[in-house]
């Protein structure tokens, strides 16, 4: 079993919309949960970063985590065009982060 | 500052060549790694570094190897390429402590081994 599982299927969403997107992780010694986030051709960049069960927010974005059930979420209000990317899910602890493969999203105007 | 820089950002090999991927940052950070990203892989750790003169393997290491002579630099040298290793290579770095998996990313080499 693969530490983080992320479904990789492309999302295709209207301007506006809510996008949803959730990871599972298989080690519950990993206590950190990022999302990255990564534009064509580019390195990815942090865009939510928790340590502890529950929601943070930071505008449009809420990272959900819940540690009992290993899974985490992230969401994306009022989507915007420029929110089309591919988003990353990962994973930290003994000194290092594991990765999901990566949801592309793309937002239509 | 300029964050965390990479060189090539694109290099073509042929098979059984070696060559060094060059990787800098300064921002001070004692923890630097490398990761390939392959389409339908994700990002995958080759190896890292928690401060000069401290490397270690991550989950994919063979073929490569790595050293920390300085806190700014973190090479990655392919010993023998092959077709296997074609892919974009990023490098990373973050401080220890909190901020540790607040990682600082490269914008990348795209490497093709033929």
């Known amino acids: 079993q693969k530490e983080v599982e992320q479904d990789p299927g492309p999302l295709s969403v209207p301007e506006g919309a809510i996008v949803s997107l959730n990871c599972t992780y298989s080690?519950?010694?990993?206590?950190?949960f990022m999302w990255y986030r990564q534009y064509s051709r580019k390195g990815p960049e942090l865009l939510m970063y928790?340590?502890?069960?529950g929601n943070k927010e930071d505008g449009r974005f809420t990272a959900q985590v819940d540690k009992s059930s290993k899974y985490i979420s992230l969401f994306i209000r009022d989507s915007q065009p420029s929110d089309s990317a591919t988003y990353l899910c990962?994973?930290?602890?003994?000194?290092?982060?594991?990765f999901g493969k990566g949801n592309q999203v793309v937002v239509i105007p | 500052n300029a964050g965390v820089t990479q060189t090539p950002k694109f290099q073509v090999l042929k098979t059984g060549q070696s060559m060094t991927l060059q990787c800098a940052q300064d921002?001070?950070?004692?923890?630097m790694s490398w990761y390939r990203q392959d389409p339908g892989m994700g990002l995958r750790l080759i190896h890292y570094?928690?401060?000069?003169?401290?490397?270690d393997q991550g989950e994919v290491p063979n073929g490569y190897n790595v050293s920390r002579s300085t806190t700014e630099d973190f090479p990655l040298r392919l010993l023998s390429a092959a077709p296997s290793q074609t892919s974009v290579y990023f490098c990373?770095?973050?401080?220890?402590?909190?901020?540790?998996?607040?990682?600082?990313f490269g914008p990348g080499t795209r490497l093709t081994v033929t």
């Open positions: 990373a770095s973050s401080s220890t402590g909190t901020s540790e998996y607040e990682q600082y």
């Open positions: 080690n519950s010694a990993f206590q950190y």
């Open positions: 928790t340590y502890s069960s």
């Open positions: 990962a994973i930290g602890g003994n000194n290092r982060l594991a």
């Open positions: 921002m001070n950070h004692e923890y």
């Open positions: 570094s928690v401060g000069a003169g401290i490397t």
